[in-house]
């Protein structure tokens, strides 16, 4: 079972990026999947959560301007960023999780500057 995220990088404020989370061994279409960000010395944090179904949910800090989405054909989730701020500077980390089980991606650094 392998979570591959993907798509971070260096953006300038205002800027936009989309991350990827492909997954192995695992269908993401039976699981809640989400996105966490963690800065250092700080508690990873929700950013954003798309259940199996039912409404998507986000972190106040990114309503408006983040967008978690399926793609079941490619077995991958999304997240999309727009209008990123400094404050969005951190490592992203996938999540997908069942009844019993929780897997993690490895991060993704993702670095809002100009």
């Known amino acids: 079972v392998q979570l591959q995220a993907s798509g971070g990088g260096l953006v300038q404020p205002g800027g936009s990026l989309r991350l990827s989370c492909a997954a192995s061994?695992?269908?993401?279409?039976?699981?809640?999947v989400a996105w966490y960000r963690q800065v250092p010395g700080q508690q990873r944090e929700l950013v954003a959560q798309?259940?199996?179904?039912?409404?998507?949910n986000y972190a106040d800090s990114v309503k408006g301007r983040f967008t978690i989405s399926r793609d079941n054909a490619q077995n991958a989730v999304f997240l999309q960023m727009n209008n990123l701020k400094p404050e969005d500077t951190a490592v992203y980390y996938c999540n997908a999780r069942g009844r019993v089980s929780i897997y993690w991606g490895q991060g993704t650094q993702v670095t809002v500057s100009s």
């Open positions: 061994g695992i269908i993401l279409s039976r699981l809640v």
């Open positions: 798309i259940p199996v179904g039912g409404d998507t």
